[in-house]
């Protein structure tokens, strides 16, 4: 009953930018931890960035520090992932997922997808030149 939506996925050249939109239906996001992870063919699933619900506190998997930012927008109810510098080894499928931490002594996010509860279908990027 609760659904996540993940869009602004698409082609784009190397060095380019893309962002990512994770939109929230039959739930509000203010409580609740957000994760970005991603999953190229051949390869494992791999946390890349979250936000805790209250603070903000952000993670990022190592590959996109300084190139990838996670933000919030309660009044739209989505969690956006900006990428700049894009490159090849960005390519995969992104998929946005969801966790209740109402407790402020909890707040906080990780980067393993056992955390969480609640996923979306997915949106692909690709970057090829």
């Known amino acids: 009953q609760y659904q996540l939506v993940e869009s602004g996925g698409g082609l784009v050249q190397p060095g380019g930018s893309l962002r990512l939109s994770c939109a929230a239906s039959?739930?509000?996001?203010?409580?609740?931890?957000i994760g970005w992870f991603r999953q190229a063919p051949g390869k494992e699933r791999e946390g890349v960035s979250c936000?805790?619900?209250?603070?903000?506190?952000?993670n990022y998997i190592d590959s996109v520090k300084g190139r990838f930012t996670i933000s919030r927008d309660n009044a739209k109810n989505t969690v956006y992932l900006q990428m700049n510098d894009l490159n090849p080894e960005d390519t995969a499928a992104y998929h946005c997922?969801?966790?209740?931490?109402?407790?402020?002594?909890?707040?906080?996010?990780?980067?393993?997808?056992?955390?969480?509860?609640?996923w979306g279908q997915g949106t692909q990027v690709t970057v090829s030149s």
């Open positions: 997922a969801a966790i209740f931490r109402p407790f402020p002594l909890e707040d906080m996010c990780i980067l393993a997808d056992n955390y969480y509860r609640y």
């Open positions: 039959g739930f509000t996001l203010d409580n609740y931890a």
């Open positions: 936000i805790s619900p209250r603070a903000g506190r952000t």
